[in-house]
């Protein structure tokens, strides 16, 4: 039988992408364990307190990295390639070096990872693995990040549609965000106050320009490609992508609002959050327009589902980002765990929950083996439960923990704290609820990609089936 | 279009995908109802957002400025009396340093048997007209202070000090309430007043002269 062209694309990238889907889901169980951990730590002090590379500050920003960078960074490689080489008609080429590249990502994040639970940490936001790793993985990125643009130059159709803006521009703007930083901050440091704002727009840009165009991009992909349909209001979509490029990176300032810093750089902050609307709009009236073309098989599809709550969540929580970032509602959050729902819903509500729908969709065609239907829906139905959990968990409580700290008559231990601890307490339970939703992504994953003896253990009649066939 | 729409099979082929987004980027669209519809809300929503961010932006930014707006404290009457005070003071005590220091001393003893004390006299906490007129047009002949006399050698006569009205204001402000006196401040048109008032007097003050200026002020010596 000859192969389509699809399936020879799929064969070109399955070793690539399952390699980097394989590691981003150890990556995610790592990351989990750590946010268990971390949630553990506030809820019960002394928990683990006996081991000195354990420390809440060590583990926090190890998780944070861990997730970030190991399971953000290994999904964004095996997404890229795969979304690229589709769009693009062409082969993935360069695997050898893309296995090179990806060892070196790996390898410099858990060198990184166990340099941040050693104490060797930067004092930089996401920039916080010890200074030795980042040439590493800097030479491990540009690899993976030339070889993907090596497969967009071979696409068959000359023009370029919303996907591949998305994708291909975040491919690009975390290595310039990358030099930007590691020049200011290490190369020829910057002196004062500019460090201090260099080093929050790197961590906030990060996201903004890093996992959000990502998994824009993959959501501007999957979307018509489930669905069948072209992006609705589809002419929007070029708007989208130039507000988000051209107010993103200004809009992080916000995060400064009342510190050490010439008041104008907070103020343009909070009035390029306020035109982020811009973008979040755009974006949304694009996903869920098109999606409510045919609700029925946004919901049948489980990919397009987890892609459509990643949207949805995405919409949701940018304008209520954007309600905090005024001036007026950030002087009572500011200092306050609301800070942990705005990574949160970034990273777990929108990026994870859509490259969730990407893998999904992807890996069945790259492999040919299905994946199980219930334990995809008990992933997803954990995962939407755990997510919302989390989130609530940490609006309700930051805004609680900011107005209460606002109040310097209260007594700090004995009010503010002990009224903030039950949502301490509910963190940690959405984390293990996520938890073994992660888990349970990541032995979906495996067994597809490793079909093994463990998995006609777990999960026998389909594979036997899909072998007699 | 149409007809991909229509497929049986519901999803599409990334080549279709790629085709049909990159043909929407050429196609121009006709002007249908439902076309116009949502640009017009989005302009509509677009409009008001830059209207807002803009009015943000003029008010929160000061201006580009380095340095955060100096912040303006509102003084009550009683503050700003005690202020305007206290900066006159300061201004007659460098006039002091400058012009009376050298003979009468930074702690206004004077030197015993040369000149006269300040702290603690008459002459300076009585009337201010004594002391005002005295730094006007100078002081010479033989004068008693505290007890003691002065001015028995002519090398000891004060000249004229040629200062303005403010200064002797201040520096007379100065002396009556420096170190022990207790004295209440002169303003600088009374000592205009003073020194209209002595305009036919052309050469320096006797001690006798004043005495009958001001009799009130030697009543208790």
């Known amino acids: 039988m000859k192969e389509s062209p699809e399936q020879v694309i799929d064969r070109s990238a399955k070793l690539v992408v399952s390699f980097f889907v394989a590691s981003a889901g150890l990556w995610l169980l790592a990351a989990a364990l750590l946010a268990y951990i971390v949630a553990a730590k506030l809820t019960d002090p002394f928990f683990l307190s006996g081991i000195e590379y354990l420390t809440y500050g060590k583990v926090k920003i190890a998780q944070a990295n861990a997730f970030v960078y190991g399971w953000g960074g290994n999904s964004i490689f095996a997404a890229t390639l795969w979304i690229i080489a589709r769009l693009s008609q062409a082969e993935v080429r360069g695997r050898i070096f893309l296995l090179f590249a990806g060892t070196l990502w790996n390898l410099g994040i858990t060198a990184g990872l166990l340099g941040i639970l050693d104490g060797k940490m930067n ?27 090596v497969i967009h130059r071979s696409r068959e159709h000359s023009s370029t549609i919303a996907p591949q803006w998305f994708i291909l521009s975040s491919l690009l703007w975390f290595p310039a965000l990358f030099l930007i930083a590691w020049n200011g901050l290490e190369l020829n440091p910057a002196r004062g106050t500019l460090q201090t704002v260099l080093s929050m727009w790197f961590g906030q840009s990060l996201i903004w320009l890093w996992l959000t165009p990502m998994a824009l991009g993959a959501a501007y992909y999957v979307i018509p490609a489930i669905m069948g ?74 990919p397009l589902r987890f892609v459509i709550f990643g949207t949805l969540s995405y919409t949701l929580s ?35 929950m859509i490259i969730f729908g990407v893998v999904y969709h992807m890996l069945p065609k790259i492999t040919g083996r299905e994946i199980g239907t219930g334990s995809k829906t008990f992933h997803f139905w954990t995962s939407a439960a755990g997510v919302m959990m989390l989130l609530l968990a940490y609006l309700i409580g930051g805004l ?22 039950p949502y301490f307490l509910i963190t940690k339970i959405a984390f293990v609820i996520l938890g073994f939703s992660q888990l349970v992504f990541v032995i979906n994953v495996w067994k597809v990609i490793f079909p093994n003896p463990l998995a006609y253990i777990l999960d026998g009649s389909p594979e036997r089936k899909e072998k007699s066939a | 279009m149409t007809d991909k729409k229509k497929r049986t099979d519901s999803s599409m082929t990334d080549q279709e995908l790629v085709e049909a987004h990159a043909s929407l980027n050429r196609e121009k669209h006709p002007p249908t109802v439902g076309f116009l519809y949502a640009p017009l809300i989005f302009v509509f929503v677009f409009g008001c957002l830059i ?47 400058a012009r009376c220091a050298s003979c009468h001393q930074d702690n206004g003893q004077g030197i015993p048997g040369q000149f006269p004390p300040l702290d603690g006299s008459k002459w300076v906490t009585s009337d201010p007209g004594l002391i005002s007129n005295i730094i006007i047009m100078g002081l010479k002949g033989e004068i008693e202070v505290k007890g003691v006399t002065y001015g028995t050698n002519p090398a000891q006569n004060m000249v004229a000090v040629p200062i303005n009205n403010r200064e002797i204001a201040n520096v007379v402000t100065y002396v009556r309430q420096a170190w022990s006196n207790e004295a209440t401040e002169v303003l600088e048109e009374e000592v205009s007043a003073f020194r209209a008032e002595s305009s036919e007097q052309s050469e320096q003050w006797t001690g006798e002269q004043l005495r009958e200026m001001y009799p009130s002020a030697f009543s208790t010596e």
């Open chain 1, 123 to 149: 004092a930089h936001e996401l920039l916080e693995m010890p200074t030795e790793v980042w040439p590493v993985l800097f030479i491990g990125y540009s690899i993976i990040a030339f070889l993907a643009l």
């Open chain 1, 229 to 302: 349909i072209v992006i609705d209001k589809y002419y929007l979509a070029i708007f989208g992508f130039w507000c988000i490029a051209a107010l993103a990176p200004w809009s992080v300032l916000n995060h400064l609002v009342g510190g050490p810093v010439p008041m104008w750089i907070p103020a343009v902050g909070t009035v390029m959050s306020i035109a982020m609307i811009f973008p979040i709009a755009v974006a949304s009236t694009n996903f869920h327009a098109t999606a409510f073309k045919d609700v029925g098989k946004v919901w049948n599809s489980l």
């Open chain 1, 318 to 352: 940018s304008y209520i980002g954007v309600i905090f970032s005024l001036p007026a509602v950030a002087k009572l959050t500011q200092f306050s765990i609301i800070n942990e729902f705005h990574f949160n819903q970034r990273v777990y509500g929108f990026f994870s």
């Open chain 1, 400 to 421: 609680t923990h900011g107005v209460l700290a606002q109040q310097p008559s209260l007594d700090w231990a004995s009010s503010v704290i002990s009224s903030v601890q």
């Open chain 2, 51 to 97: 209207f807002v961010c803009s009015i943000q932006l003029a008010h929160t930014t000061n201006n580009f400025q380095l340095h955060p707006p100096r912040e303006v404290v509102e003084l009550s009457p009683e503050e700003k009396e005690a202020l305007r005070i206290e900066r006159k003071v300061e201004s007659g005590k460098k006039v002091f340093a």
